[in-house]
């Protein structure tokens, strides 16, 4: 079974996915890490040099490639994944779909912590600038993201919840 995590920048795509995988004894595959390795550059840097509708094809390419190759594996999409072309309909034909429904509250908190410079759509932004980003893409990509097959919307955000959604 593919298993996608999708939800906002912050929503713990990553970090949950990986303990997911290891309890699953499934592969894990982070779809920006997966971007960078192939393309041999930083998500930053992509962004830079070629800007974002050049980075959300190479994204569509990058998601179509796992799709057809991978069988058993979690996959943490990136924040913008569902909202471009019909990604969210491949991933829903290519298996399960998760949204980590994280209030922006929160997630604005966790990526007020963490380094911004790794993502490029909030580099340089203050604290306040931060938190009225994330809410108002939460609420722009919220259409895409509900179209996902399972929602995980309230707390505990922990593998446990994720495992019950398949009675696992
Ligand atoms: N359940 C959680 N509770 C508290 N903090 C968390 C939780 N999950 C993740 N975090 C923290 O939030 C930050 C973002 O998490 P993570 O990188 O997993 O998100 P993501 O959805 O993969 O984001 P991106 O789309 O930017 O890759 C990290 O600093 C992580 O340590
Ligand atoms: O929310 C987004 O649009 C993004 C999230 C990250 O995972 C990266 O894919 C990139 O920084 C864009
Ligand atoms: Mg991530």
New binding site residues.
Partial sequence: MLIFLIG??GSG?TTLGKELATELNYSFVD??AF?EEKEGRT??QI?EQEGQER?RKI?REALQTIVANYKNAIVA?????P?FFDNMALMNAGGETIFLDVPAEFIAQRLSQSDLS?????AGKTQSELFSFVGE?LAERRQFYAQAKHIVARPPYTIDALLALFSL
């Fill in positions: 906002m920048m795509k779809l920006d971007i998500i930053a962004f980075f994204e999409t990136g924040g913008g994944t909202c790794t993502r490029p759509l909030l893409t």
